[in-house]
């Protein structure tokens, strides 16, 4: 059935710290290769409530964030293509040209074009920086989209996102069958991290010191160690036969947590995933003679690939991963200040705000 289409869209800005606006702004216009998402929900990211918090003053106002969202296709340009069609759902990728050295590697990440195009830190002609996530229409190049299963919870597809960048950093730990990888930090992004680990193979721990998100991973089936109560590296070597994990993976930015790393992993060719970020940074204090030594791998991971969105679309599409758990609050648009204000609670996970 045909839609119509308005002529304006409203859109969630965030204007300085601990302010949110509900602007009302012209229906973007739609070239030959884009199409029109009519935007069902839009799941708040930390670098969204961490920036109302008032901790990422360096991405900048006015901030048209959320970049975990999906929608349904509406309309489509001339030259959409067919991977598309009208009606189905649809989940947002990065930003990239296709055409530089680095998109033509597979390495979408680092796309010299990136920030002048469609991306998170871009400044529009309007003067809003961000993708336009908490919006009720996007329109979007087709390539910048990706088609999720129609009858898909909107909210649980707006983690095409999150999950592709887990893949990136699994990819990057090259975790493998039967090795033994501890999480620390069971919140959302850990516990993707953990899921997506465990469908790689892998037998997966989770550290973690607050209970409710203790009793979220033991929910879906994870051993969880709490270094609040016991030690944190003594229980994993106890674990694996006194060998420490294979690998471990830092899903929270602190520098306590960066200190248990080095000590649960194992003593020759143990890999470390630095995959949170956080502000203040923490710190990482290490002997570079014991990388040299040990032979410690310490890995950064960042962002996603189009190779890591399609492995993420495959997870989340075929049920190998559960994200349904991970969401504990839905808001409409007009209540977006309460969205922020619940996804900024200490030991909360998603919260989606619902945008039709």
């Keep these: 059935m045909e839609q119509t289409i308005p002529d304006t869209i409203r859109v969630g800005v965030l204007t300085k710290a601990h302010t949110l606006d509900i602007v009302t702004l012209p229906m973007p216009k739609m070239g030959d290769e884009d199409v029109l998402v009519k935007q069902e929900a839009s799941n708040i990211c930390t670098t969204d409530y961490t920036q109302w918090q008032g901790k990422r003053e360096h991405q900048g106002y006015p901030m048209a964030g959320g970049h975990e969202g999906s929608g349904i296709v509406v309309a489509k340009g001339a030259k959409a293509g067919d991977e598309l069609r009208i009606g189905d759902r649809v989940a947002l990728t990065y930003a990239y040209c296709g055409r530089c050295k680095p998109c033509r590697l597979g390495q979408q990440i680092e796309c010299v074009e990136k920030?002048?195009?469609?991306?998170?830190?871009?400044?529009?002609?309007?003067?809003?920086?961000?993708?336009?996530?908490?919006?009720?229409?996007?329109?979007?190049?087709?390539?910048?989209?990706?088609?999720?299963?129609?009858?898909?919870?909107?909210?649980?597809?707006?983690?095409?996102?999150p999950v592709a960048t887990v893949v990136n950093g699994i990819r990057k730990l090259r975790v493998a069958p039967m090795e033994t990888v501890v999480v620390i930090g069971a919140g959302t992004m850990g516990l993707l991290n953990a899921q997506v680990a465990r469908a790689y193979g892998a037998r997966v721990l989770v550290s973690e010191m607050l209970e409710n998100k203790l009793q979220c991973a033991r929910d879906m089936g994870f051993v969880t160690i709490n270094p609040s109560m016991e030690n944190v590296a003594e229980k994993v070597r106890e674990?694996?036969?006194?060998?420490?994990?294979?690998?471990?993976?830092?899903?929270?930015g602190a520098t306590k947590a960066n200190e248990q790393a080095l000590e649960m992993v194992k003593a020759l060719d143990g890999r470390v995933l630095f995959f949170a970020a956080s502000y203040p940074k923490p710190e990482l204090n290490i002997d570079s003679n014991l990388i040299h030594y040990r032979k410690f791998e310490l890995i950064g991971a960042f962002e996603a690939n189009q190779r890591d969105f399609f492995d993420a679309a495959t997870l989340l599409n075929n049920g190998h991963i559960a994200v349904a758990p991970l969401i504990r609050g839905r808001y409409p648009l007009d209540e977006i200040e309460k969205a922020f204000e619940a996804a900024s609670v200490p030991g909360s996970y998603r919260i989606a705000l619902e945008l039709s």
Excluded at 239 to 252: E, H, K, P, R, Y
């Design 239 to 252: 674990l694996t036969g006194g060998l420490g994990a294979d690998a471990v993976i830092v899903a929270v």
């Design 115 to 161: 920030f002048n195009l469609v991306s998170y830190f871009h400044q529009s002609e309007l003067g809003y920086y961000g993708t336009y996530g908490f919006a009720t229409y996007m329109v979007r190049p087709s390539k910048y989209l990706i088609r999720m299963n129609r009858d898909m919870d909107a909210a649980e597809a707006g983690f095409l996102e």
